[in-house]
T-cell receptor
């Protein structure tokens, strides 16, 4: 399977706990994006990387959120001190530089109790 | 301030007929538009795209039309099949300044009735 993969697919946590999600992009893709989708909404941009450099962050990305892409391969998104409002589907997408189509992974469904 | 709007939350169509999903945008800087299809508990799947230099792009049963003056695009599915039942998202981006994040509409749920 050469698509975008995300782990875990589901995560249930208690409020105040930290969680970390992983995304493995399509192997030759150098751009990687994180989006969040809540019920009844389209995906909303969080942040993106070109290789290992984090180029843009949305205002949605509070200081409790941090993302990394060491060595320009897989990426992790960490949420510290989770809140119930963080419950959402977290989506990762990747694309080639200069290519305009982004390909999405299956997402990680986070539920904060 | 929603820059990409899908004003119909749902659409129901008979199998074999045409499905038309609409999308409006407000940012005239958008120059590349995409449609994604999403099943429950899965990520969006890319369907078809169109650059602002074109007014039509076709791929099998799917055709996207772009009307730049009206800032409107539509996705036509002909003929509609039960497997097309899903949520369809319209997305837009600005490409000339480098890859920018996609801006999505809220989606339209399409139900194709056999």
């Amino acid at each position: 399977d050469t698509g975008v993969s995300q782990n875990p697919r589901h995560k249930i946590t208690k409020r105040g706990q930290n969680v970390t999600f992983r995304c493995d992009p399509i192997s030759e893709h150098n751009r990687l994006y994180w989006y969040r989708q809540t019920l009844g909404q389209g995906p909303e941009f969080l942040t993106y990387f070109q290789n290992e450099a984090q180029l843009e962050k949305s205002r949605l990305l509070s200081d409790r959120f941090s993302a990394e892409r060491p060595k320009g391969s897989f990426s992790t998104l960490e949420i510290q001190r989770t809140e119930q409002g963080d419950s959402a589907m977290y989506l990762c997408a990747s694309s080639l530089k200069r290519q305009d189509t982004q390909y999405f992974g299956p997402g990680t469904r986070l539920t904060v109790l | 301030d929603q820059q990409v709007k899908q004003n119909s939350p749902s659409l129901s169509v008979q199998e074999g007929r045409i499905s038309i999903l609409n999308c409006d945008y407000t940012n005239s800087m958008f120059d590349y538009f995409l449609w994604y299809k999403k099943y429950p508990a899965e990520g969006p799947t890319f369907l078809i795209s169109i650059s602002s230099i074109k007014d039509k792009n076709e791929d099998g049963r799917f055709t996207v039309f772009l009307n730049k003056s009206a800032k409107h695009l539509s996705l036509h599915i002909v003929p509609s099949q039960p497997g097309d039942s899903a949520v369809y998202f319209c997305a837009a981006t600005i490409t000339y300044s480098g890859n920018t994040p996609l801006v999505f509409g809220k989606g339209t749920r399409l139900s194709v009735i056999a």
